[in-house]
């Protein structure tokens, strides 16, 4: 059974950094999307970022981290990174990677805490 396990959350102070990593620790085949979402308390699951691994290898990002925020991934580690700078109190949530194969199945990892102190 595949499992994302995901690792780099913590506190930091506002206009600091910290950089997520996500590994698959199995093979999922035709990957097609690998993307991160948040979640703050009291609010919804929303996507922050995501890389199309088909032929269109595009990259989506939501409003509010352009700028700030890059997602990456290293393909031979079955890696996928987001690196967040200029961090805010605003940032802070759960964060998960996700993985969305072709057939459309969808796999999570169990979420790492960001915390920004202002």
């Known amino acids: 059974q595949v499992q994302l396990v995901e690792s780099g959350g913590g506190l930091v102070q506002a206009g600091g950094s910290l950089r997520l990593s996500c590994t698959a620790s199995?093979?999922?085949?035709?990957?097609?999307?690998m993307g991160w979402y948040r979640q703050a308390p009291g609010k919804q699951r929303e996507l922050v970022a995501s890389f199309t691994v088909t032929s269109s290898r595009s990259t989506n990002y939501v409003d509010s981290v352009k700028g700030r925020f890059t997602i990456s991934r290293d393909s031979a580690k079955n890696t996928v990174y987001l690196q967040m700078n200029s961090l805010k109190p605003e940032d802070t949530a759960v964060y998960y990677c996700n993985f969305l194969d072709i057939p459309g199945r969808n796999y999570w990892g169990q979420g790492t805490q960001v915390t920004v102190s202002s």
């Open positions: 199995g093979i999922i085949y035709r990957v097609n999307t």
